[in-house]
Nanobody, 130 residues
């Protein structure tokens, strides 16, 4: 089961990017998909989670209203649409999947507990700079 993250790049503040996370080898249908990011010199943090059930979506406070997560089961792909990007959004972004988070939903305190995620994409760099 492999995840391929793509879509990163350089964008000016206020711009937009769409990240993709394509899965192969298994279905995303029964897994939660989360996006994490790691900024230079900082620990990796969870950004968003989309669960199995319709509407089960969670965002970290710093991206609420600017980022949107979605998944296409037919394409076995998840997306992170990032709008109104800020320099502090600069980071390597990772997608990851979890069966236990899928079962529990994205609204629990453990949603972004990394040990619960068993598959990770390789990371894609997002740079927000003028």
């Amino acid at each position: 089961f492999q995840l391929q993250a793509s879509g990163g790049g350089m964008v000016q503040p206020g711009g937009s990017l769409r990240l993709s996370c394509a899965a192969s080898g298994s279905t995303l249908k029964y897994r939660a998909i989360s996006w994490f990011r790691q900024a230079p010199g900082k620990e990796r943090e969870g950004v968003s989670c989309i669960g199995i059930s319709d509407g089960d979506i969670h965002y970290v406070e710093s991206v609420k209203g600017r980022f949107a997560v979605a998944k296409d089961d037919a394409k076995n792909t998840a997306y992170l649409l990032m709008n109104s990007l800020k320099p502090e959004d600069t980071a390597v972004y990772y997608c990851a999947t979890s069966v236990p988070v899928g079962a529990a939903g994205c609204q629990t305190p453990n949603t972004f507990l990394e040990v619960l995620y068993d598959n990770w994409g390789q990371g894609t760099l997002v740079t927000v700079s003028s």
